[in-house]
């Protein structure tokens, strides 16, 4: 059974930054593209961005490129989203995820999300 447990949400002010994570229990997690999501209140879940098996390749959401991050550390099967210049629109519940294909958006594994909210 492969466990995904994000970390780090929480709640910020416009502007702030904020970084999550999300630890991995698969034993093949080097093989495996990774990638995040998030769900807004009364919204579907959305693509935010993918990383490929080795770190060498990434892509975003229109809507955060530029503002996000993501990253990953193969020896200590972590996952990362760097989120700076928060806005009140990025606030959702944040999904780490193992991807089928790194150019994708089938997703074989979910972890169990983490809250972000961004308010004044």
């Known amino acids: 059974q492969v466990q995904l447990v994000e970390s780090g949400g929480g709640l910020v002010q416009p502007g702030d930054p904020l970084r999550l994570s999300c630890a991995i229990s698969k034993r093949t997690f080097s093989n495996y593209a990774m990638g995040w999501f998030r769900q807004a209140p009364g919204k579907e879940r959305e693509f935010v961005a993918a990383?490929?098996?080795?770190?060498?390749?990434?892509r975003y959401a229109a809507s955060v490129k530029g503002r996000f991050t993501i990253s990953r550390d193969n020896a200590k099967n972590t996952v990362s989203l760097q989120m700076n210049s928060l806005k009140p629109e990025d606030t959702a519940v944040y999904y780490c995820a193992v991807l089928r294909y790194y150019s994708g958006s089938v997703v074989d594994y979910w972890g169990q999300g983490t809250q972000v909210t961004v308010s004044s």
């Open positions: 990383i490929s098996w080795n770190g060498g390749s990434t």
